[in-house]
């Protein structure tokens, strides 16, 4: 079955470090693959998305995803993180209609 | 511009009960999309609506589950004789061309469901 993996339940890192948060994929054909967050109590938000040409694809909040085909993989960073970060992301490929979903990572950023 | 909203954001009912849960999406979004997202299964697919039709629901989870929606516009997710095991956060999201594997959704804040 198609999937997409996020194999970190739970990422810390100190604030104005880079981060990063996994995904890998195992998907047919052309991945269409998306990043979102979620806040407390919130719904999602789009942050950006991977459709076709340039590997680096930037979003919102200074983040930005590397699509990797021979690792299979989509990777979230941010080059330096904010307190404000602290979030649970969903990495996502888009499937006949619908998204699916991995099971989120939580992102804690110390101060 | 408004986003996707939601009602009521909090509902606690009795096991047995009724419920009905509305999504309110983007105005001239022509795709409407329900999740759900509760601890143990992340997010799941319930029901996608293009315009007023449900070509795939092959998400619900039982036919205690219904969906519906009206005038290309507003949806009310269905719970009938509700269980323990429905208790999550109902999502509903939306998208302005037609649903395909590329489009962005835009969610709403969600409904908290708890069934005593």
Redesign the interface.
Request: glycine share 18%; no cysteine.
């Given at each position: 079955a198609q999937s997409v993996a996020q194999p970190e339940d739970q990422v810390n890192v100190a604030e104005g470090n880079p981060l990063t948060v996994k995904c890998t994929y195992s998907v047919s054909g052309n991945p269409?693959l998306?990043w979102?967050v979620q806040y407390p109590?919130?719904?999602?938000?789009?942050l950006l998305?991977y459709?076709t040409g340039d590997n680096l694809v930037k979003g919102s909040y200074g983040f930005e995803a590397e699509f990797n085909k021979s690792q299979t993989s989509f990777h979230l960073k941010k080059p330096s993180a904010l307190v404000s970060d602290s979030a649970l992301y969903?990495c996502a490929f888009?499937?006949?209609?619908?998204?699916?979903?991995?099971?989120?990572t939580r992102l804690t950023i110390n101060p | 511009g408004a986003g996707?909203s939601q009602s009521p954001s909090n509902k606690v009912t009795e096991k047995g009960k009724d419920v009905e849960l509305r999504c309110d999406p983007i105005s001239g979004h022509t795709?409407l999309?329900w999740?759900r997202q509760s601890l143990g299964q992340?997010?799941e697919?319930l029901i996608?609506f293009?315009g007023n039709s449900a070509?795939?629901k092959s998400?619900l989870p039982s036919d205690r589950f219904s969906a519906e929606r009206t005038g290309g516009s507003v949806s009310t997710l269905t719970i009938q004789r509700t269980q323990q095991e429905d208790s999550a956060v109902y999502?509903c999201?939306s998208s302005y061309r037609a649903?395909?594997?590329?489009?962005?959704?835009?969610?709403?804040?969600?409904t908290r469901l708890t069934v005593l």
């Open positions: 269409y998306f979102y109590n919130r719904g999602l938000q789009f998305k459709i969903f888009g499937g006949a209609q619908k998204l699916v979903f991995g099971q989120g | 996707v795709a999309y999740y992340g997010l697919f996608y293009q070509p795939d998400g999502l999201a649903a395909s594997y590329y489009n962005e959704q835009f969610f709403g804040p969600g």
